[in-house]
């Protein structure tokens, strides 16, 4: 597995957050301050949302301060699903109900600890195969390619 990891900020838990993915055997493609780039959070989470919508990336991490700024511009992106996850539960329900291939986390929210535990649940999470979570999953690919333009 391939995950898109991207922040403004390189600081002690985004850094303990790769370590914990490459521990896991998982290859991490960092984007903005964590590949050493001068950047906001809206560049950063753009790149990110732009790897996984291609495909470059099969899954996608962000930062920021709050995780709330991520996710707005991560979902401007065709076919990136980005949630803001506060805890284990809303991973698990972003990943099973609504088919989530990005998560954000706020740096400024979230121990250590707690964000492996959120990492961790949404990566051991798949999309729900129950036929009226299928329908959200379906609904919501709808209503994107609705919007969706070619650039």
Not at 27 to 37: D, F, H, Q, S
Request: proline share 2%.
């Amino acid at each position: 597995m391939k995950i898109a990891v991207g922040s403004d900020t390189r600081c002690h838990l985004t850094e303990e957050i790769i370590k914990h993915l490459e521990s896991k055997g998982i290859t991490v493609k960092r984007y903005g301050a964590l590949a050493g780039e001068e950047t906001d959070y809206v560049e950063s989470s753009h790149a990110v949302a732009k790897a996984v919508a291609s495909g470059t990336c099969d899954q996608g991490l962000l930062f920021c301060n709050t995780g709330t700024g991520a996710t707005l511009i991560a979902n401007k992106v065709p076919g990136a699903r980005a949630a803001l996850c506060m805890d284990s539960y809303s991973a698990k329900i972003a990943r099973l109900a609504n088919n989530a291939n990005i998560i954000a986390l706020g740096i400024r929210l979230t121990g250590e600890i707690h964000a492996k535990e959120i990492v961790d649940t949404w990566l051991n999470t798949e999309p729900s195969t129950v036929p009226r979570r299928m329908a959200f999953h379906r609904k919501t690919e709808e209503i994107e390619n609705l919007y969706r333009r070619d650039v």
